[in-house]
């Protein structure tokens, strides 16, 4: 069974930064490219970043800068760390497959 559980979340103020973490299970990690997308209150998924299996990144260019993605075969792990956060990065973060959504960890920042 495919599963993908975010963590990591939580209040931060602006300014700050979080680190976010993905444990996948279930198909082999390594050969995936993984995303990271958020929702923000009353809005629609937006896509943060990606990382293919060669490790090549992409960013959106709100978080261009300030969020780097990551990823760790040998632990089938996604990372996001996040700095220099701002009340609009607040937001449901999931862990993304091509075809499938983790249930997300909320991650929201103060003014």
């Known amino acids: 069974e495919v599963q993908l559980v975010e963590s990591g979340g939580g209040l931060v103020q602006a300014g700050g930064s979080l680190t976010l973490s993905c444990a996948a299970s279930?198909?082999?990690?390594?050969?995936?490219?993984m995303s990271w997308v958020r929702q923000a209150p009353g809005k629609g998924l937006e896509w943060v970043s990606s990382i293919n299996n060669d490790d090549i990144r992409t960013y959106s260019d709100s978080v261009k800068g300030r969020f780097t993605i990551s990823r760790d075969n040998a632990k089938n792990t996604l990372y996001l760390q996040m700095h220099s956060l701002k009340p609009e990065d607040t937001a449901v973060y999931y862990c993304?497959?091509?075809?499938?959504r983790g249930r997300g960890t909320q991650v929201t920042v103060s003014s």
């Open positions: 279930g198909f082999t990690f390594s050969s995936v490219v």
């Open positions: 993304a497959t091509a075809w499938r």
